[in-house]
C-alpha cells in the first residue's frame, strides 16, 4: 500500500514542479514602484538595470545603481509564491479620491517577470478587499523594502 502510494507522490509532484507556471530558472527581473497616486511613481526599483530611485527624508530625489545578489531574488521569489502573489488580481485599487493627512494613499506596482510569463499587481492602500489579500500585499512590499535597505546599507558601507 505504501509503495504505491509513494510512487504516485512522486510521480504526481514531479509533474506538478515541472509545469509551475513562475520557475526562479526563468527570472529574468523584478521591479517595485510606489508613489502617492498613480501619477507619481518617484520610488522606483528595477532589478534588470540597478536603476533604484526614492525620495528620503529630506524629500530629495536620490538616484543610485542597485545590484540585489540573486539569492535575495530568490528570497523575494519565493516570499511572493508563500503569499500567493501569482493569484492577487491585477488591479487592487480602491477610492482613489480620498486623503489620509491630506496626502494621498500610496500606490505599488509590483512586477516580477519571467521568460514565458509575467505577474504584475497595481496595490493601493485605499483597497478595500479581502483583509488575508491587503494583508499579504503589505507583507510583500514590506520584505521588498527590507532587501532594498539591506542591499543599499552594504553599497554605503
Request: include cysteine; charged fraction near 30%; proline fraction near 4%.
Amino acid at each position: 500500500v505504501i509503495v504505491p502510494f509513494v510512487a504516485y507522490c512522486v510521480y504526481y509532484y514531479a509533474h506538478v514542479f515541472k509545469n509551475a507556471p513562475y520557475k526562479f530558472s526563468e527570472f529574468e527581473y523584478m521591479s517595485f514602484e510606489y508613489g502617492p497616486g498613480a501619477d507619481s511613481l518617484v520610488n522606483k526599483y528595477n532589478s534588470k538595470t540597478g536603476e533604484y530611485q526614492y525620495v528620503d527624508t529630506r524629500d530629495s530625489i536620490i538616484k543610485m545603481n542597485l545590484h540585489i545578489p540573486k539569492e535575495e531574488l530568490l528570497y523575494l521569489h519565493r516570499k511572493a509564491a508563500d503569499l500567493g502573489f501569482w493569484d492577487f488580481p491585477t488591479v487592487e485599487v480602491g477610492d482613489t479620491t480620498q486623503r489620509r493627512n491630506g496626502m494621498r494613499p500610496l500606490r505599488y506596482v509590483i512586477e516580477f517577470k519571467y521568460k514565458r510569463k509575467a505577474k504584475k499587481v497595481i496595490y493601493d492602500e485605499s483597497f478595500n478587499g479581502d483583509e488575508r489579500l491587503k494583508d499579504a500585499n503589505q507583507r510583500l512590499i514590506k520584505e521588498i523594502k527590507l532587501v532594498l535597505a539591506k542591499e543599499e546599507g552594504k553599497e554605503k558601507d
